[in-house]
Nanobody, 120 residues
Framework: QVQLVESGGGLVQPGGSLRLSCAASGFTLDYYTITWLRQAPGKEREGVSCFSSSAGSIYYLDSVKGRFTISRDNAKNTVYLQMNSLKPEDTAVYYC?????????????WGQGTQVTVSS
């Protein structure tokens, strides 16, 4: 069964850190890229970061550059999003999704999402 499972969300104070995990099962990430997206209440979903090991490319949303880091553990078939210096505007449901490349239009697989809340 193909699955993407996110974990690591929670409540954190401004300036704090969280690490999100996206574990893939039923398929190998060798042939897919993983994008982290987020959707805040009342806002459209936006791409936060994309990791393409085949292309040797990493992309970040401008507002998270220098604060978020995407990485991948091939042995665990898992992609991580390290989020530092979190701000209230980072509050959203975070999703990971798999597609063939960071510029492909559609996504093949989605995770269920994990809530990140940044608040004092």
């Amino acid at each position: 069964q193909v699955q993407l499972v996110e974990s690591g969300g929670g409540l954190v104070q401004p300036g704090g850190s969280l690490r999100l995990s996206c574990a893939a099962s039923g398929f190998t990430l060798d042939y897919y890229t993983i994008t982290w997206l987020r959707q805040a209440p009342g806002k459209e979903r936006e791409g936060v970061s994309c990791f393409s090991s085949s292309a040797g490319s990493i992309y970040y949303l401008d507002s998270v550059k220098g604060r978020f880091t995407i990485s991948r553990d091939n042995a665990k078939n898992t992609v991580y999003l390290q989020m530092n210096s979190l701000k209230p505007e980072d509050t959203a449901v975070y999703y990971c999704a798999a597609r063939r490349s960071c510029v492909a239009r559609g996504y093949d697989y989605w995770g269920q999402g994990t809530q990140v809340t940044v608040s004092s």
